[in-house]
């Protein structure tokens, strides 16, 4: 059927697309808030 | 009074078939109706027949590439899901019992959190100063910040999806006798080639489904597209929203919302014509 090594691969590729899955379910990257940053306004990153 | 035996059945679907009548084929005729109204600017809905909200929608330039986009979405998300999705239902089903269980359970636990959570998820991701354009920025690239582009689109898509194929195409991959791969091997066949020619085309009735799945989902989405897609990124959902709640246009609205079920159906169809039909003449060739 499947060799005992293709399964391994497959396992890891699985574990990535887990990992993929759940990536914006946990706490995410800390985006600062521009009033924090001591930034003035002026130079606050645009939305655009 | 004694009731034939025959009749049982139809007594069972009665409940069911009530509120699926009155629920939802009775609105969708109403729809339909409203969709041949036409609309003033002035005084709402005019109750006369008109076919020119399906003529704006086909002819012009601007409806028709919302249409064109919406299609666009949908098969690209339903080709990359199948495409990611595949390996994992395959392991799915050669795992040992307890890696099985590990991976099942977190392909699914994204299902637990709302697609809204998630799209935000995503928006704090690829947004502006978000995880990517800092890891790119650290290696000194630029350009991380993909909110608001289709491919933005298409990741939240294909993560909110997955499970869905991985779980459909799983499936019909379990439901492949192990002997007949086995039987492959044993008249020769390297592992490679009795995947290709023998558990591949056994399992493309699940592929199908699952691109099925995949296709209609993202069609008729809304919160995906209106939140990493942004004001730029039109679809038949987004517009219809906009045309039926911003603009009070509840005919023009009804128009988009039938050609969206009609898009839906016309993927149902072919699925249908494809596996249903073809099942054993595809799988055997």
Same mark, same amino acid.
């Given at each position: 059927m499947i060799s005992d090594r293709a399964r391994t691969l497959l396992g890891l590729y699985s574990a990535i697309i887990c990992v993929f899955a759940l990536l914006p379910v946990?706490?995410?990257?800390?985006?600062?808030?521009p009033r924090r940053t001591g930034l003035p306004p002026e130079k606050w990153p645009s939305l655009k | 009074m004694h009731l034939s035996r025959s009749l049982h059945p139809y007594l069972l679907l009665l409940g069911p078939g009530l509120v699926f009548a009155g629920f939802f084929v009775w609105p969708l005729f109403t729809l339909t109706v409203v969709s041949f109204y036409d609309y003033s600017r002035?005084?709402?809905?005019?109750e006369e027949f008109t076919t020119k909200n399906y003529a704006r929608i086909l002819f012009d330039e601007y409806y028709r590439g919302i249409v064109f986009q919406t299609f666009r979405l949908g098969m690209i998300t339903a080709a990359v899901t199948v495409v990611i999705g595949y390996p994992v239902a395959l392991y799915l089903t050669v795992a040992k019992p307890r890696a099985r269980a590990l991976v099942l359970l977190f392909v699914l636990s =994204?299902?637990?959190?709302?697609v809204i959570v998630r799209s935000f998820g995503w928006v704090m991701i690829v947004? =502006?100063?978000g995880l990517l354009e800092n890891l790119l920025s650290f290696a000194?690239?630029?350009?991380?910040? /993909?909110?608001?582009?289709e491919f933005a689109v298409i990741l939240g898509l294909v993560n909110v999806l997955l499970p869905f194929v991985v779980l459909s195409i799983a499936t019909s991959l379990q439901a492949v006798d192990p002997a007949i791969p086995l039987a492959a091997s044993s008249l020769g066949a390297s592992p490679f080639r009795s995947f290709m020619s023998v558990t591949l085309p056994l399992s493309l009735p699940g592929v199908a489904s699952g691109v099925l799945i995949a296709f209609s989902l993202s069609v008729s989405t809304f919160v995906t597209p209106a939140v990493l897609g942004g =004001?730029?990124?039109?679809?038949l959902s987004t517009t219809l929203f906009q045309q039926a709640?911003? /603009?009070?246009n509840w005919p023009f609205g009804a128009a988009l919302a039938v050609t969206l079920v009609f898009i839906v159906l016309l993927a149902v169809t072919l699925q249908f014509r494809l596996v249903e039909q073809g099942r054993y003449k595809a799988a055997f060739r």
């Open positions: 946990g706490r995410s990257w800390p985006s600062p808030s | 002035m005084t709402g809905i005019v =994204p299902l637990l959190i709302s947004g =502006p100063r000194g690239i630029s350009g991380g910040n /993909l909110l608001h582009t =004001p730029q990124f039109k679809v709640v911003v /603009l009070q």
